[in-house]
């Protein structure tokens, strides 16, 4: 039986998780659509570069502000990718790993004389889901829902600066929750699985339940980092379900 104060962790963790999931899930189906898979690493990190830059360059900024620079340097990103797949996309993939290469680089030179700077690259790259607070959650919370509410009721903001804009503000949300790895797993993997789904959004949104659920509790019996746990029940859960409606279809066929 659980204890109260492990029951304590776990729960906001586990909310913080399922939101993560909850709106990642169109957002991925999206970039699979597009073929910019690799977009969410490379905002995730531009987003966590601002987070490093604030943290570097201000004496204790607050969380507002950390928050401004994270979200300003996203959004950044994403017009500049925008522009990128108005001006050149066929080189559209390789400008967008280009760009993760040289924000992570830039991190790394901003902390390499910072006393913590392993630890926040750490943070950075796995985060640190089972320090979320219910706190955490009424801030972040009604970003989600926001970008829920403009992504279903308003399907026109599915495309061009819209979707930029609506994607670098979930990512600048979830990089601080869950880290740079547990964003792209959480995006691109449930979105893989639900690739052949008829009722593509409620498989994706299945799968990613599913791997946080899993992937805390695991973590917590265990007691093992819950970010890369997250990424290897996202790995195998959503693959095991991509295989397996790929070889369900194939017998169709």
Known sequence: MMSKELVDIIAPALVAGLMVAFVHAPLGVEVIKRGIIFIDLAIAQIAGLGLVTAMVFLHEPSWIMI???ALVFALCGGLFFLWVERKVPAQQEAIIGCSFVLAA????LLLADHPQGGDEIQHLLSGQILFVSW????IHGPVYLTILAFWFLI???RSGLGFYTLFAIAITSSVQIVGVYVVFASLILPALAALKAKKVYRVAWLFGGLSVVSGLCISTWI?????PLLVVTYTIICLAGFFWSTKKHTIIA
Request: glycine share 6%.
């Open 67 to 69: 928050q401004v620079f």
């Open 105 to 108: 680089s830039l991190a790394l």
């Open 135 to 138: 706190h955490d959650v009424v």
């Open 155 to 157: 399907p026109a903001v």
């Open 223 to 227: 007691d093992k980092p819950a970010g």
